[in-house]
């Protein structure tokens, strides 16, 4: 069945080397015209030498990524070094972010040249973008698990698979688009005519964080910007983890008599809270990360937010938008100071997203119902 | 399956007069109502975005449209995007070459030499995370290590090896999750032909995955065509058309002009950033509809069953194998291919 199956399988996509293929694969083999046992013991050495160095060349490129993962912590550990002993804790804490007086001439504290009064608190940082992930996340997540249930339950294949190209536009938009889109559409957009609905909330708690003044551009328009980025993320995978559940445990609720909702309830929503956390926190990743959206949607304001409608700014976004400055600093503290604030990213980002690896892996292999996971 | 289901609907014929949802009260009915609107409206939320900014893309585009952007270069006051094209198209086919050696590469070591041991799940686990970092912290370590460290200067090299580093993980997954869904026979058939492993792997199993391959290095490649960050800092900007040459000469790019154009005080010079936008959102959905069209053409022609044993239907495999729409993804990879393993073997 497969012989018959498969020059049709790859028929389609290896058209330029179909004519090659009649031929017999021990042809490859060199020393066809000598004896047949010269030949073989030839084809065994040959065989012997190409099977090593396809493990041994593939190996090598396999382990790229690790080296790069690797290298760029030691890259920027090596450079932030003397920023972080200069910034000391006061970086993780601290709340005012100056270069210093360039023209005031160099100084030295504890082996680091630095001009004078440069203090680097990256505090506001940190907390924006804290506060913008959090956000996404917030509104993000319940859309895209909707979204993703309606999809796979409810949606017509033809439908779905519509959906599922809207998905992959909005993961695929780049983020300076999106960044355009928020800054001279959304952003005004919310100005006009969400926010003057939230600024009225009742002051009771909770609500009482949406009352104040506000503007096109800060904090929750930069998270709901990042809640855009992310929602593909997040839809995509618990897509992927509802087709997973077999149809027989749902049929089985549906022979029980419940509703499609009560089924999905006490069915698939069991089968996939655990790989949604992951799905949720590898969202929240990217939305720490994300960089160029968030600079032109945020405001740009090294200070932390005064509200919830306030400028401020996230560390990537900093990284970018203060290079120039940072350039200019002539004891070259400054660009350190970027590589401390990139370190900081990156070990966040790497904690969040070996945590939801770990949190997917974990509820695949325990997969909560035990009908159909074992096969 | 098909048994079991076909069992069940002939038990509810065999039930004449007895309506199915008899049993369903009032307020269940109504609770099932809401929860099926609610997902509607998060479906809404959804799709809004999307048309929305696709609107915005092209209205804001269209009606400050020319086409001399495909033949003059950008100027400080106006001009066109050829520069930027033709160093976002230089700069994708480095990335290409770059990112399609380490991940197939990395994708068959994976799939047919590693096993499962500690070490490939370090290897595997790295490729994960390295798909989480932020683009911006692969810009700066570029910037550090190549741009002042190597003294290369903002240029071609330091950007593709950046972006290719970025977006390996995508095509290294999907190679190794497309070598995976090779049925068995196909490999037992050319061993039992006397064929060496690496003939089988080049011969019979590669050509059968080469779609999925593809797959990922197409949406790989409409990855880096959007980023933005790490390319500030490795491949600088340059209003002259680029050399084609990897060092020490800056290269222009699409997204810089989208990044950077659009609040110069010349109209002119900002009307290139809107057809930057449109530009870009153009590539990747060509990009994301050639990769469906691979899958779609390939399903055509795939076999039924895809592997020995195992209950999950042929399509789903060959879809989960195939399908690496997911641009934020590999994402799904832990659960798919742990699941996917455990199907297999």
């Known amino acids: 069945m497969d012989d018959e199956q498969s020059p049709a399988a790859r028929g389609p996509v290896t058209g330029a080397e179909a004519p090659r293929s009649p031929a017999s694969p021990l042809e490859d083999a060199p020393g066809a015209g000598g004896t047949l046992a010269a030949d073989s013991r030839a084809r065994a050495r040959w065989q012997a030498v190409s099977h090593r160095s396809l493990q041994w060349g593939t190996g090598l490129t396999s382990v790229i990524p690790l080296a790069a993962l690797a290298a760029m912590l030691v890259i920027l550990l090596v450079e932030a070094i003397p920023a972080i002993r200069y910034n000391g804790w006061y970086f993780l804490t601290g709340s005012t972010w100056s270069y210093g007086n360039s023209y005031g001439g160099i100084l030295h504290t504890g082996g680091v040249a630095h001009p004078a009064g440069a203090r680097y608190g990256a505090w506001p940082q940190i907390a924006g973008t804290l506060e913008s992930s959090a956000i996404a996340i917030i509104v993000g997540l319940p859309i895209a698990v909707g979204a993703a249930i309606l999809l796979v339950e409810k949606a017509p294949r033809r439908v779905a698979a519509a959906i599922g190209l809207c998905i992959e536009i909005l993961a695929g938009v780049p983020s300076v688009v999106i960044g355009?889109?928020?800054?001279?559409?959304?952003?005004?957009?919310?100005?006009?005519?969400?926010y003057p609905v939230l600024a009225h909330m009742p002051n009771v708690p909770i609500l009482n964080i949406f009352r104040g003044p506000y503007g096109p551009e800060g904090l929750l328009a930069g998270g709901?910007?990042?809640?855009?980025?992310?929602?593909?993320?997040?839809?995509a995978t618990t897509r992927d983890l509802l087709r997973q559940v077999p149809e027989t445990t749902k049929e089985g609720a549906e022979a029980l008599g419940m509703t499609s909702a009560e089924?999905?309830?006490?069915?698939?929503?069991?089968?996939?809270?655990?790989?949604?956390?992951?799905?949720?926190?590898?969202?929240?990743?990217?939305?720490?990360?994300?960089?160029?959206?968030?600079?032109?949607?945020?405001?740009?304001?090294?200070?932390?937010?005064?509200?919830?409608?306030?400028?401020?700014?996230?560390?990537?976004?900093?990284?970018?938008?203060?290079?120039?400055?940072?350039?200019?600093?002539?004891?070259?503290?400054?660009?350190?100071?970027?590589?401390?604030?990139?370190?900081?990213?990156?070990v966040i980002t790497l904690v969040v997203n070996v945590v939801a690896r770990l949190i997917v892996r974990r509820s695949a292999r325990g997969a909560s119902l035990p009908v159909g996971a074992g096969f | 399956m098909a048994v079991a289901s076909g069992t069940l609907s002939a038990t509810a014929d065999g039930a004449p007069g007895i309506r199915r949802d008899a049993a369903i009260s009032p307020l269940r009915r109504l609770r099932n109502g809401a929860w099926w609107g609610v997902c509607g409206l998060a479906m809404a939320l959804l799709i809004a975005p999307v048309v929305w900014i696709v609107e915005y893309v092209v209205r804001g585009a269209a009606s400050v449209w020319h086409w001399s952007i495909f033949t003059l270069d950008s100027t400080g006051v106006g001009g066109g995007l050829r520069n930027a094209i033709v160093g976002t198209l230089w700069l994708t086919l480095g990335v290409g070459v770059l990112t399609s050696l380490i991940g197939i590469g990395s994708g068959i070591f994976l799939a047919e030499f590693a096993g499962r041991s500690v070490f490939s799940t370090?290897?595997?686990?790295?490729?994960?995370?390295?798909?989480?970092?932020?683009?911006?912290?692969?810009?700066?370590?570029?910037?550090?290590?190549?741009?002042?460290?190597?003294?290369?200067?903002?240029?071609?090299?330091?950007?593709?090896?950046?972006l290719a580093l970025l977006v390996v993980p995508y095509v290294a997954k999907s190679t190794e999750l497309a070598l995976n869904q090779v049925p068995l026979a196909y490999r037992e058939g050319g061993e039992a032909l006397g064929m060496s492993k690496a003939l089988v792997l080049r011969r019979l199993v590669m050509r059968s995955a080469i779609p999925g391959i593809l797959t990922g290095l197409i949406i790989a490649l409409a990855i880096s065509i959007g980023e933005t960050a790490p390319l500030i800092y490795t491949a600088g900007f340059s209003n002259s058309l680029p050399k084609l040459d990897l060092l020490h000469n800056q290269v222009g790019y699409l997204t810089y002009a989208s990044w950077t154009f659009y609040d110069q005080p010349s109209a002119a010079v900002q009307a290139l950033a809107k057809e930057a936008g449109l530009l870009l959102v153009f590539l990747v959905v060509v990009f994301i509809l050639s990769s469906r069209l691979i899958v779609r053409m390939t399903q055509r022609y795939s076999p039924n069953r895809v592997g020995g044993g195992g209950r999950r239907s042929a399509r789903r495999a060959a879809r989960s194998a195939l399908r690496v729409d997911n641009l934020g993804p590999v994402s799904v990879s832990p659960t798919t291919a742990s699941q996917d393993g455990i199907a297999r073997h």
């Open chain 2, 122 to 162: 370090l290897l595997r686990s790295a490729t994960e995370v390295l798909s989480g970092i932020p683009s911006i912290v692969f810009g700066y370590c570029g910037y550090l290590a190549l741009v002042v460290g190597l003294h290369w200067g903002f240029s071609a090299l330091p950007a593709m090896i950046v």
């Open chain 1, 224 to 235: 709901l910007v990042l809640a855009a980025m992310i929602i593909p993320i997040i839809a």
């Open chain 1, 263 to 346: 089924v999905f309830l006490t069915v698939q929503w069991r089968w996939v809270r655990g790989g949604l956390v992951g799905a949720a926190v590898l969202g929240l990743g990217r939305a720490l990360g994300e960089t160029i959206a968030i600079a032109l949607v945020s405001g740009s304001n090294l200070h932390l937010a005064s509200n919830i409608y306030g400028t401020m700014t996230t560390i990537a976004a900093t990284i970018v938008g203060q290079l120039d400055a940072a350039q200019s600093d002539p004891s070259g503290l400054a660009v350190k100071t970027l590589a401390e604030g990139a370190l900081v990213l990156l």
């Open chain 1, 180 to 194: 355009l889109w928020g800054l001279f559409v959304f952003g005004p957009w919310l100005a006009r005519h969400l």
